[in-house]
């Protein structure tokens, strides 16, 4: 999770696709502490699939410019070597590994494409994937996710630009999109779509482990359109409160759940033996739907709240 030291200012994003192979960077200076942000990308290779984590720094806000604070001393991104230091005085230093590094001067395109664009993918293939924001209080979360981007275009977050991509692929005719949006708020499950819908349970299929949110709201989606209007609906009905640090400040942890079927045909290779000599045989194409979900995940930034003065 992100930490809040000297008015550092971050925020993180998970998300789950293979790591390409990348050189293991060289030992850190003494006086310093290595730390990985996720254990795993050691052992990058030797586990496919698992969680990727990237840190996006954002901009000074017009308050810290004011403030004058001193960044640039207590924080160093090394994007190359995909670490950030977090410099605890002139000799003492901790350096965190990331699968990815994000500057201040990161465009939201680029952010989609290094972190989510891979997940969508592997999702329109027929896996499931997850994309994650979490940090503390006014790191860029919502900023990072959720943006529409109505004023500007490039202003588009990674629930926008994933839908793009998804219907960029989808065929209208055979596959569908169908979306939920819901915000867990004091530990219930609520329904972003429909508020007079709340305590939503969460089942679980004992056979399947298939996981579901009986009552919830799915809305069938056939364009961009009407997706930015279901954001537009969910957004104002998640429940925000200031904070000193956030004017904007998320309060709930906002889910939304993007499910396709795909109508897809699969051939079977059959080998017979005649006589025998081995044959390839192609059986007819049996149709077949495939079913696969995105999430994407906005949590409230909600740890340190006694600093951030929500309590
Ligand atoms: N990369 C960025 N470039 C410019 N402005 C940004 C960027 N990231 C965040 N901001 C601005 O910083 C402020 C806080 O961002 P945001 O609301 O996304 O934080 P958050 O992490 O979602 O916080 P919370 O956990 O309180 O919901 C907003 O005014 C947002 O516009
Ligand atoms: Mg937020």
């Known amino acids: ?12 994003a998970k998300f ?16 310093s502490a290595l730390r990985r942000a996720n254990p795993a990308a050691r052992n990058a290779d030797a586990v496919p699939g698992r969680v990727r984590v990237a840190v996006r720094l954002r901009p000074r806000n017009a308050e810290e410019m004011m403030a004058d604070a001193d960044f640039a001393d207590c924080v160093e991104l090394q994007p190359e070597l995909k670490r950030l230091k977090l410099r605890r ?59 529409l981007g109505e004023v500007d275009a490039s202003d588009r977050g990674i629930m926008v630009r994933s839908m793009e ?68 609906v969910g957004e104002a009905n998640r429940i925000a409160a200031n904070t000193k640090l956030n004017t904007e400040s998320s309060r709930s942890h906002a889910i939304l759940m993007v499910h396709i079927k795909r109508s897809v045909l699969e051939s079977e290779d059959i080998v017979s033996s005649q006589n025998g000599d081995a044959s390839h045989l192609t059986k007819p194409s049996k149709p077949l739907v495939r079913k696969s979900k995105l999430v994407v995940v906005d949590l409230a930034g909600s740890e340190r709240v006694h600093k951030s003065g929500v309590c």
């Open 165 to 232: 991509d998804i219907f960029a692929d989808l065929s209208p005719n055979t596959d569908s999109v169908t979306v939920s949006y819901l915000q867990l708020y004091m530990e219930t499950l609520q329904d972003l779509l429909n508020p007079a819908n709340d305590n939503i349970p969460i089942v679980e299929d004992p056979r399947s482990g298939d996981v579901s949110m009986p009552g919830a709201t799915l809305v069938e989606i056939t364009d961009q359109h009407s997706f930015l209007e279901l954001l537009r």
């Open 1 to 12: 999770m992100a930490s809040n030291r000297n008015g550092v200012q971050r925020g993180s």
């Open 89 to 147: 005085n002139n000799w003492d230093s901790d350096t965190y590994e990331f699968d990815e590094v994000l500057t201040e001067f990161a465009s939201q395109k680029r952010v989609y494409e290094v972190v989510a664009k891979p997940v969508v993918e592997s999702v329109l293939d027929g896996y499931n994937g997850t994309v994650m924001a979490y940090g503390q209080t006014g790191t860029g979360k919502t900023f990072t996710l959720g943006r």
């Open 16 to 31: 789950d696709r293979p790591l390409k192979p990348r050189p293991r960077p060289s030992s850190p200076s003494p006086g």
